[in-house]
């Protein structure tokens, strides 16, 4: 569920909304509140008896907590290539709308060399 939940909303925080920090906490709200209702569902399993449990009763569940915090990880990396993205892609949308190219130096744009004069 977790690694559901990083891959439908990590990326698209980081592309939709402006602000990082806005885009890590929603991401982290999301990624947070899928945690808690996986590890209850797989707890409440393990403890009713069930005929494969998640977790053993005697041993402390480390693989979990470091498989759980490598999807964490993976999904701020996510948010912040949505940044990146939307940050080119915004620059390249401005200069083709400003009639600049990207390697223009001293002036000299695509536009003003039209110009006579």
């Known amino acids: 569920m977790i690694a559901i939940v990083t891959i439908l909303l990590a990326f698209p925080c980081g592309f939709v909304l402006r602000s990082r920090l ?3 906490t929603t991401y ?3 990624y947070l509140w899928a945690f808690t209702f996986q590890t209850l569902y ?3 399993d393990s403890l009713g008896g069930g005929a494969d449990p998640a977790f053993e009763t005697d041993s402390f569940p480390v693989g979990y907590g470091a498989v759980t915090l ?3 990880v993976v999904g701020f990396g996510l948010v912040n290539l949505g940044h990146w993205v939307r940050a080119r892609r915004q620059d390249s949308s401005r200069s083709s709308r400003t009639g600049t ?3 223009a130096t001293k002036g000299k744009t695509a536009a003003s060399a039209n110009v006579v004069g």
């Open 22 to 24: 806005a885009a890590n």
């Open 101 to 103: 190219s990207a390697t």
């Open 70 to 72: 490598a999807i964490f």
């Open 42 to 44: 797989l707890l409440l």
């Open 28 to 30: 982290a709200v999301a």
